[in-house]
């Protein structure tokens, strides 16, 4: 009988080892560029500079609400957590893109929008307290170049932290449209720079009127805008927040 409890003991822990080792499989870290200088995947995790919607750890079986990819769909969640962590409301060392996804696939019905793939702006002060949104803004609807600039500058002076949703004809199907989420991070002089998902693009701020290096993106300044998500947080002042 000892014999047999010893081997019983024995399976048991065991097993919780067995547990304890696939623990990592179970926990989700935010999607990181694939040059993390080094950086373990947690490391990578907590740096919004590595947050990139193109790769997904082998052991994250994450999509959107409706089943579709984030590598190619998720960008305004990813346009959303950078304008997030400039208002100091995201802290990466506890939160990031693929817990924001997870949260709004939660409750799709308020937190997800347009065909369960773009989120819902409007529910984000649920989950981050004191957040004040405008959404959609059409203010910078069709306007390109230097335009989306002056209209980013104004909006940002008022306190907010501007996403653009830029409409671009789609390099990969000729003769099709897409669209892309990025996050104005802030001016540098006359420059625009912004924050950006894009799964070709070195993740890093950039400036706007970069030309090439965006990918399927290809050059925004040759873009139209469609509209914006504005986020702003009573006495912060995004000119001055790091980037």
């Excluded at 969640?77 to 997870?102: C, H, Q, W």
Aim: glycine fraction near 10%.
């Amino acid at each position: 009988m000892r014999g047999t409890f010893t081997r019983k003991i024995k399976i048991m822990i065991g097993v919780i080892c067995m547990v304890c080792m696939l623990m990592p499989s179970f926990t989700s870290y935010a999607y990181y560029d694939y040059n993390t200088d080094g950086k373990t995947i947690e490391e990578a995790s907590k740096d919004p500079k590595y947050w990139n919607q193109g790769y997904v750890p082998d052991n994250d079986g994450l999509t959107l609400y409706n089943g579709i990819s984030i590598s190619g769909n998720a960008c305004s969640y990813f346009a959303t957590s950078f304008a997030l962590v400039k208002l100091g409301l995201m802290d990466p060392n506890k939160d990031n893109p693929v817990e924001l996804i997870r949260w709004c696939n939660e409750d799709a019905s308020k937190r997800v929008d347009i065909g369960g793939w773009h989120i819902n702006p409007q529910a984000m002060s649920e989950r981050y307290p004191g957040l004040e949104v405008v959404y959609p803004d059409y203010a910078v609807t069709d306007k390109q170049g230097d335009d989306v600039k002056v209209y980013a500058k104004g909006k940002m002076s008022e306190g907010y932290v501007v996403c653009l949703c830029i409409r671009h004809p789609d390099l990969q199907n000729p003769g099709e449209w897409s669209a892309h989420w990025i996050c104005v991070d802030g001016f540098d002089g006359d420059k625009m720079i912004i924050a950006d998902s894009a799964y070709y693009a070195c993740n890093e701020p950039k400036d706007w009127e970069m030309v090439g290096g965006y990918g399927p993106h290809g050059n925004y300044t040759d873009y139209t805008a469609s509209y914006a998500m504005l986020y702003k947080k009573e006495g912060v002042d995004p000119f001055k927040t790091p980037s």
